[in-house]
């Protein structure tokens, strides 16, 4: 006999004007503020935050790239049409100390894709003493305020002509994307889990690797690329495809258009004959792909917690690099690493994926989205091995 028992809460329950209050007084610790100038005080510590992290394995931009992103005009489109506003937020506590940094860009080409915005989230840093709070999802979706703002101001100053001028709660007619780069899945990479879990839980997927191997370019200085090679970074692009996010498939045309939204951002920087290697090879799969009569390419669930680890399987790294990124650079020092302990034991992946579920399940939740179990997050099933027939939209 039990004298008592948790009691669990469904978030639908709520009045919308409680999530307003219960947002409101979590996020009253910080204010966000976008820098738009390279002067601004706060600029040297964001960007020194940012590089600490990402300079190093050759995944950030030099600071001279950054203060010349800023200064840039928002408002002429480069040769191709497209316009990029790039953006930098801090995140600080009332004491006025920097908790958190995000940087990215929006990007929107009408003559490429009018129905389109890709908000690329480029770096995201929480400071030890701001993490385990909200401010990592304010971070994360912060972005989406500066893009519709950006795309109103292109509408009003007369650059680009909205399919709904007057609806900014439907993003103008706009579809956006939200996109962002992260490593593929290695049981013995704690940190890349963290980073599945919070992006899947956010409503990201990732592009089917089979017929987008993408990569990152190399940001290292080109003095010290050519002096060592040129090494991009195999990573997964993962899409919150805002208002879509249950869809399976990604429109051929769709993804076409992200990679060539992202590298015209990365060709603000990076040489042209360093980017044209990894762009041609997701274009010439894709084009293969349509070639075969298919119109889209599937999109692959991230997991959210234990009950959905098993998507990993499909994300791991070792295997990817084998199958899609055959001799790439620098996917040798891993494979060597790994290969070992494969063939020790060829369960090594699932027994790891048990063991990190065994610890993720020690952490209760009384907190969930839906008395309706088809839409609990935990509850949607991953995809099915792809077939010939065309799957419909997630509803598992």
């Keep these: 006999m039990s004298l008592g028992t948790r009691v669990r809460l469904c978030l639908k329950d709520l009045y919308q004007q409680d999530i307003v209050e219960m947002i409101e007084r979590e996020t009253r610790r910080y204010e966000l503020i976008a820098i738009e100038h390279p002067d601004h005080p706060d600029f040297p510590r964001a960007y020194q935050i940012l590089w600490d992290?990402?300079?190093?394995?050759?995944?950030?931009?030099?600071?001279?790239?950054?203060?010349?992103?800023?200064?840039?005009?928002?408002?002429?489109?480069?040769?191709?049409?497209?316009?990029?506003?790039?953006?930098?937020?801090?995140?600080?506590?009332?004491?006025?100390?920097?908790?958190?940094?995000?940087?990215?860009?929006?990007?929107?080409?009408?003559?490429?894709?009018?129905?389109?915005?890709?908000?690329?989230?480029?770096?995201i840093f929480v400071l030890p003493e701001a993490r385990g709070s909200v401010l990592t999802y304010w971070l994360r979706i912060a972005p989406v305020e500066l893009a519709i703002e950006y795309l109103f101001q292109l509408q009003q100053r007369g650059l680009v002509s909205l399919p709904l001028p007057e609806q900014p709660g439907k993003h103008f007619g706009v579809q956006l994307n939200l996109a962002a780069e992260m490593e593929y899945f290695s049981p013995d990479d704690r940190l890349s889990l963290q980073r599945i879990l919070f992006y899947g839980r956010g409503g990201f997927d990732v592009i089917d690797p089979r017929h987008f191997p993408y990569r990152q370019p190399d940001f290292r200085e080109p003095a010290m690329i050519e002096a060592t090679g040129n090494t991009p970074v195999p990573f997964m692009l993962l899409l919150r495809r805002m208002g879509r996010e249950r869809q399976a498939r990604l429109p051929i045309e769709e993804a076409m258009a992200t990679m060539r939204l992202l590298y015209d951002e990365f060709a603000c920087f990076c040489t042209p004959e360093f980017l044209q290697n990894s762009l041609d090879v997701v274009q010439q799969k894709l084009d293969e792909r349509r070639a075969k009569g298919r119109t889209d390419v599937a999109l692959l669930p991230l997991p959210t917690g234990a009950k959905n680890l098993h998507r990993l399987k499909r994300l791991f790294r070792y295997d990817i690099y084998r199958r899609y990124y055959e001799n790439a650079r620098g996917t040798e020092g891993y494979l060597s690493r790994v290969q070992p302990m494969m063939s020790a034991n060829p369960r090594w992946l699932e027994d790891e994926l048990s063991k990190l579920s065994d610890e993720l399940e020690k952490t209760p939740h009384y907190v969930y989205g839906s008395r309706d179990k088809l839409y609990e997050l935990d509850a949607i099933p991953a995809l099915p091995a792809e077939d010939n027939t065309e799957p419909p939209a997630r509803q598992e």
């Design 53 to 123: 992290t990402f300079g190093p394995p050759g995944e950030m931009e030099p600071e001279s790239a950054i203060r010349r992103f800023l200064l840039d005009d928002a408002f002429e489109p480069l040769p191709s049409g497209t316009f990029i506003r790039y953006f930098l937020i801090v995140a600080k506590d009332r004491d006025g100390n920097l908790r958190g940094v995000r940087d990215g860009s929006v990007i929107y080409n009408p003559q490429l894709a009018p129905d389109l915005c890709t908000v690329y989230l480029s770096h």
